[in-house]
T-cell receptor, first 117, second 115 residues
Framework: ETGVTQTPRHLVMGMTNKKSLKCEQH?????MYWYKQSAKKPLELMFV???????ENNSVPSRFSPECPNSSHLFLHLHTLQPEDSALYLC????????????????FGDGTRLSIL | AQKITQTQPGMFVQEKEAVTLDCTYD???????LFWYKQPSSGEMIFLIY??????QNATEGRYSLNFQKARKSANLVISASQLGDSAMYFC????????????FGEGTQLTVNP
């Protein structure tokens, strides 16, 4: 069983719908991330949360709204998406300390494959 | 300039042979870490191996090893004794700075292992 769980695995929605992606980590990590992976493109970092605080927003459109209620849960709220938003959305978590991220890898969930009609 | 470059969009290897996947990086920070991930067609990203910029020896993890050439800024992944289950996308990623948590990924290499 993966330490990072994402739901749903697949989501099809219309452009006017509102939906949310959920990520939960069971690894005791204190940093969580959202990535977007489009076909034939590198992973694009969207948001970073360290100790529940957003530390990075990588110029993501406001139709994507993250929420991190605690260190174990991360949500991505979706509203009025565009067809180009169809992609695999990956959540990751890692352990960072006051000394830095050092050699700790990010652990990823299985992703949510999102299709916008 | 791209921070992580993977020049091989696709690679093929015969089962049981070794294969090298290339990765070059660009950073001015003396402290950084390099990671390799495997992504099967199912989508999950699986961490394989890590190399720190101050590590004196090349990292090894089972059948995976990292050919780290710091002066050339390359961190190639070597997979020995390839198996059919190794067929997947492979991504090289870099974390810059001692306290950073952000990873920058390359475009990936699609590896196909032939029987």
């Amino acid at each position: 069983e993966t330490g990072v769980t994402q739901t749903p695995r697949h989501l099809v929605m219309g452009m006017t719908n509102k939906k949310s992606l959920k990520c939960e980590q069971h690894l005791g990590h204190n940093a969580m991330y959202w990535y977007k992976q489009s076909a034939k493109k590198p992973l694009e970092l969207m948001f970073v949360y360290n100790f529940k605080e957003q530390t990075e927003n990588n110029s993501v459109p406001s139709r994507f709204s993250p929420e991190c209620p605690n260190s174990s849960h991360l949500f991505l709220h979706l509203h009025t998406l565009q067809p180009e938003d169809s992609a695999l959305y990956l959540c990751a978590s890692s352990s960072i300390g006051t000394g830095g991220g050092s050699n700790q890898p990010q652990h990823f969930g299985d992703g949510t494959r999102l299709s916008i009609l | 300039a791209q921070k992580i470059t993977q020049t091989q969009p696709g690679m093929f290897v015969q089962e049981k042979e070794a294969v090298t996947l290339d990765c070059t990086y660009d950073t001015s920070d003396p402290s950084y870490g390099l990671f390799w991930y495997k992504q099967p067609s199912s989508g999950e990203m699986i961490f394989l191996i890590y190399q720190g910029s101050y590590d004196q020896q090349n990292a090894t993890e089972g059948r995976y090893s990292l050919n780290f050439q710091k002066a050339r800024k390359s961190a190639n992944l070597v997979i020995s004794a390839s198996q059919l289950g190794d067929s997947a996308m492979y991504f090289c990623a870099m974390r810059e700075g001692f306290s950073g948590s952000r990873l920058t990924f390359g475009e990936g290499t699609q590896l196909t292992v032939n029987p």
